[in-house]
């Protein structure tokens, strides 16, 4: 059995991807066999508890009294320690450029640093202002402190792996740890039916999941009205501000009314019933599909035919699987084409679907993550037997 804690900068009832990863990640491992700490920022609504996993909360955002607190308390831990940190520059607060962490992670090296990258650093970019170029140039400095003192390190998409391979150094490993669905899978075919019902009536319903951010919500409002136009479907978008751009589509397009609709926030097992009602999801991401992004992976894991976008984050599997349509990011025309031509296919929506599903078991899902984990984790503990 492995002691383990974990450092996130969100956790739930804190709301974010990383926070749910997070969760499924220590309820998976203390099902495993194993104990868990989660070491995170503080909460004013009430504790999500799970049996095994010890949640405490800091004092502020890993600012000095959370640091002073998390010296003080792991080291009343026994030895050796594992940490396993949940990073994401913005995550720990100071306007994603909190230094004093990374060098406090640096200062724990007598500990098992273990880093999971979900995102390495903020991107330079010669059309951005100076000020965040000058964020992008912190960021890495601060990616290479928490690389440099890791012992060994995750990545949450191939892409980063071999910036984080020289920042960490010669002879640590740096392995490519995807990203599971944050929704599980709730089986309710009546509950589902009734959900489609509501939306769609006898039409066909595309999906969307997300949380409507304004890069994909100008790649939705390019792509749904000549989707509707050329199918006659109804849309359906799920998630955090998705009324929001709904109302802001039929004020834009008075001819969508009553053929678009947003339900906002709902519940985790709700989200599941609204997608599995969907004939497929429309996914479309400004870099594109990548195994980061985990609402696609909740498309997958439904097994909903999925139609989306290739950009320079997106890895060769997507297109070598044969489990969705992909179109180019800038081609938004091209995007509700392959929606409207796989709407017109049953056939082709259930192979597609099955595939996805078959894709998400074999590489994405949560048990993957945390065999890979636990394989790490025995094999650390060898060769510190075997040295010792």
């Not at 992976?297 to 290739?310: D, I, N, Q």
Request: proline share 8%; glycine share 6%.
């Amino acid at each position: 059995m492995t002691d383990w804690h974990i450092i996130t900068g969100e956790y739930p009832p804190q709301p974010g991807g990383v926070s749910d990863y997070t969760r499924r990640l220590a309820r998976g491992l203390v099902d495993a066999g194993d104990r868990v700490d989660v070491w995170a920022p503080p909460v004013d609504q009430p504790e999500c508890a799970d049996p095994g996993v010890t949640v405490r909360r800091l004092p502020d955002r890993f600012g000095p009294r959370a640091l002073r607190r998390l010296t003080r308390e792991l080291d009343r831990q026994p030895a050796p320690r594992r940490l396993l940190v949940q990073y994401v520059p913005h995550a720990f607060g100071w306007k994603a450029a909190n230094v004093p962490f990374c060098l406090w992670l640096q200062s724990r090296r007598q500990d098992s640093i273990w880093v999971m990258f979900h995102e390495v650093a903020f991107p330079f970019d010669r059309h951005q202002s100076v000020s965040r170029n000058a964020l992008a140039l912190v960021n890495r400095a601060m990616a290479s402190i928490v690389a440099s003192s890791a012992e060994r390190a995750f990545v949450s998409i191939p892409g980063w792996r071999q910036m984080v391979q020289s920042m960490i150094g010669n002879g640590k490993p740096v392995e490519w740890l995807p990203v599971p669905s944050s929704i599980p899978v709730v089986r309710n075919p009546t509950a589902s039916a009734s959900v489609r019902a509501r939306y769609a009536g006898a039409q066909p319903l595309v999906g969307h999941f997300g949380t409507h951010g304004t890069a994909i919500r100008d790649m939705l409002d390019a792509s749904i009205p000549p989707l509707v136009d050329a199918s006659g479907c109804h849309v359906l978008l799920v998630g955090r501000r998705s009324d929001e751009t709904q109302r802001e589509l039929v004020a834009r397009y008075p001819r969508l009314g009553g053929r678009v609709y947003g339900t906002g926030v709902l519940p985790d097992e709700s989200v599941s019933l609204h997608v599995a009602a969907c004939d497929l999801m429309l996914q479309p991401y400004p870099d594109g599909v990548s195994s980061r992004r985990t609402s696609a992976m909740v498309a997958l894991s439904h097994g909903v035919p999925m139609v989306t976008t290739r950009g320079w984050l997106t890895e060769p599997l997507w297109e070598a699987s044969g489990a969705l349509e992909v179109v180019d990011a800038a081609d938004p025309a091209g995007l509700a084409t392959a929606a409207a031509r796989l709407l017109e296919s049953t056939a082709r929506r259930d192979a597609l679907g099955t595939r996805a599903r078959a894709l998400y078991l074999s590489r994405f899902d949560m048990l993957y993550s945390i065999r890979a984990l636990r394989d790490a984790d025995a094999e650390s503990r060898h060769l510190t037997a075997v040295q010792a």
